[in-house]
C-alpha cells in the first residue's frame, strides 16, 4: 500500500507541476496601485489588483476620466510573460461594458514605458496576452475606449494580472 501511495503521489506532483495555470504566479496581485480618478469610493485602483472577482461593487477599479489609466509596482524588476485582462464581462457586468480599446506598457522607473500590447476592438470579458519575456518593474494600462458604446464613459477592470 505505501508503494501506491508514493506513486500516487509522485504522478500527482507531475501532473501539478506541468499545470502551467498552476505554476504561474501572479506577479500583480496586492501590490501598490494608482490610477485615473475614481468613479466613486471602494473603487480604487487597488481592486485591479486584489485577485477578486466576487461581486460588481466592491471588487472592480472604475473610472470615469478619458483617457484612463491604471497602473501597477509590482515592487521589483520581474519577468513578465504575459498579462491577463479581465473587463466588465467578468465580473458579472453586461459585456457591453466591456473595454475596447486600450494598451499595456512596461518600465522599469514608472517614468519611461515601453509598448507590450495594443488592442483596438476587444468585445472579449477575459484576454489573455502573451509577449515574449520581459523584464519591468511597472505595468501601466491605458484605456482609449472605457466601453463598446461609445457613449459610456465608465473604464471598469476587475483585474490585472501581471505573470
Known sequence: ??????????????????????AAQNYALNR???G???CKPGEEAGKAFDGRLSSKTEHKYCTLQRPAWLQVD???????REFVL??????????????????????DDGEHWRPAVQVRDNRQSVRR???APTWARYVRLEV???????ADPATRIYELEVR
Request: one cysteine or more.
Open 1 to 22: 500500500m505505501k508503494i501506491a501511495t508514493a506513486v500516487f503521489a509522485l504522478g500527482w506532483a507531475a501532473c501539478v507541476a506541468a499545470t502551467p495555470a498552476a
Open 32 to 34: 501598490p496601485a494608482t
Open 36 to 38: 485615473s480618478a475614481i
Open 74 to 80: 509590482l515592487q521589483q524588476r520581474r519577468r513578465v
Open 86 to 107: 479581465k473587463h466588465a464581462g467578468a465580473g458579472g457586468e453586461p459585456a457591453a461594458m466591456n473595454t475596447r480599446a486600450y494598451a499595456l506598457s512596461l518600465s
Open 129 to 131: 496576452h502573451a509577449i
Open 144 to 150: 482609449s475606449e472605457p466601453a463598446q458604446d461609445p
